[in-house]
Structure formats: structure tokens, C-alpha cells
């Protein structure tokens, strides 16, 4: 009877985990060119970009500054705020994206493809004076709280100096490579989302949400930002904006410059990750002080600024945080894969 007992209580606590541990809607979002075309070139396949952001810092500031009217003054107001995670595995996390990557080369070389190696694609003429890397990887970006995971063995070339405008880098590998399929992967895991501020009135006023997903479009933030404006003269100063995508890129045409067929796969909104971490969110508000000229106070000072700050840290189970990730990256690329290879048979 005890047994029973016992096995009637796992079962019930590994259902409540399945349910617990959901996606919210998911809405992809497809551009494709030149379909036709897909048919006509041969199957190879370069892989030339895989890589997992995600967020586990978020900083915001917003400031008031001093000032006055008539025979009254206000002095300036400051309020930042901060969320991050704790308790984040980094073993898991890239375990997680070694399987992703696994699951796209095993469904190209299903649809027929044979793969392209990075030594065949070093030797084009688009990657002279790139550096390769190698993963697995897992390191810092040039955005504040934002970390980059690469899968086990997937080689990768980089030139910080060359920017691929309108996907032509892509395009030229491809025609380089007897017009071979280039493929590039790129997903964003956030957990932040900064409020609107317009109602904080006579003061400064920080609201970050709590909201972990699979971003359509996310535009990171800090306080060197200054609360998302950017400056064209100060790098240090640029919002980065992100787009969850992955795109098939195949030859290249003789005028116009655009590729001869394309399929770019996104989202319409958000892939939302349920039962990791709780909606919630972190307020800081930091009130301007104001003083006002009187018959018997003609003369009023303030002294000094008004600041207000506020950090939380929160501890999601790391496992479940790395397996939430899987489940929404799977089902974009399993999608978005599955569509492309319709247009190739």
C-alpha cells in the first residue's frame, strides 16, 4: 500500500512539472523569395552563424533634472533600478544549445543536404582575414548583461570590422561556394521589459517587468544608454536591437544585388516561457523636492539631489530555465526548418 502510495505521488508531481512548464502562443512569421529556385540548386549546406543570447542582467535609470517656475524650485531627481539571475547553470544552458544545433544539421542532412565544413568555406575569398572560433563557447557580450552560447563542434568566422549590410556577405559566400545554401541562426532569451514612465510626475521613476521569452524584437538597454538614447558618436552609448531569426540564403544575382532565393523565418510577438520565473515587477521612484517663495520665506534653497535605487535578485531552477529555452528554441527551429525544406522537394 505504501509503494502505491508513493508511485501515485510521483506520477501526480511529474504531471504538475509537465504542466508547469508550458510555452505561451506561438506565432511565427515567414518572407520567402524566389521559392522556385530553392529546387534548382544543388544540396549543400554552410552553416555560417549559430548562437544563444540571453539575458540575465537588466539595468535602468531615469532622471529628473532641477529646475523651477515662477517662485517655486525643484531639485534634480535620480532612481535606478536592477534585476538579475542567480542561479542560471552554464553547463546546462550550453548543453541546451549543443542540442539545437544538433536538431538543425540532423534535419538539413534528412531533407538531403550534406553539410559544408568550415575549412571548405575558409578558403572563399569573402573570408580572407576573418578569425575563426571554434565552440563550445559560452562568454560576455558587448551588451550589458548579456551572456552568448555557441554549440559544441560548430566553427565560426568573425570580422568585427565588416558589417553584412542587406545580407550581401551572405549572399557572396553562397555564389563563392557554386551557389551552396548559407544559413544563419540567431536566438535572444529575455527576461526583462522596461515600463513606461510618462505618469512618474514630479520625479524619476524605474519600472522593469519580469517576463522570461523567446523575443520577436528586443532592444537592450543600460545606464550608459541613458534610458535607450543613443548617440551616433559614442558606441558605449548605442541601444542594441536583437531579433530572434533564422535565414536561408542561396546564391546571388547578377544585378540588384539580392540573393537568387531567401527565406527569412521570425516571429510575429514574443514566444513566452511559462512556470520559470513569476511576473513580477521592480518600481524605483525617487520624488523631486519642491520649495515655494512665500511673503514670509522670500528666500528658499535645497540642498542636495534626491536618488533612489533598487536591485532584486531572483533564482530560477536552473534546469528548468535551460529546458524552457530548449522547448522554445526547438519549436521555432523545428517550424521554420520544416518550412523551408516544403520549398526544396
Sequence with gaps: MKTKIILAFAVFAFTFNLKAQN???FKPAENIYGKREFKKFQKRAYIANFSVNFEFYKEAVDKKAKGGF???IKNAAKAEAAIGLSTLSREMIQEKTNALYQELVTKLQQGGY???????A????IYEGWEKYTGPQLSETNMTGVLKAIP???SFYYNPKKIDFLNQINQKLSKEMNDALVVNVELNFMFSETGDNW??????????????????NYTVTDKKTNSGITSLFDKSKQAKGLSSYINFTQGKNKIGGSALASYDGGLKQSLEIEG????EKVVAYSAQTQATATLQNPVVVIRGDNY???TKWLEPDPKKYAEGLYMAGHQFLDYHISEFLDQTN
Excluded at 575558409?122 to 575569398?125: A, D, L, N, R, Y
Design 23 to 25: 510555452l505561451g502562443t
Design 70 to 72: 515662477g517662485r517655486s
Design 114 to 120: 550534406e553539410i559544408i565544413t568550415p575549412e571548405e
Design 122 to 125: 575558409g578558403k572563399t575569398e
Design 152 to 154: 559544441e563542434n560548430f
Design 199 to 216: 505618469l512618474r510626475g514630479n520625479g524619476a521613476q524605474v519600472k522593469l517587468f519580469v517576463n522570461y521569452r523567446l523575443v520577436d
Design 276 to 279: 520559470v520565473l513569476e511576473k
Design 308 to 310: 533612489a535605487s533598487k
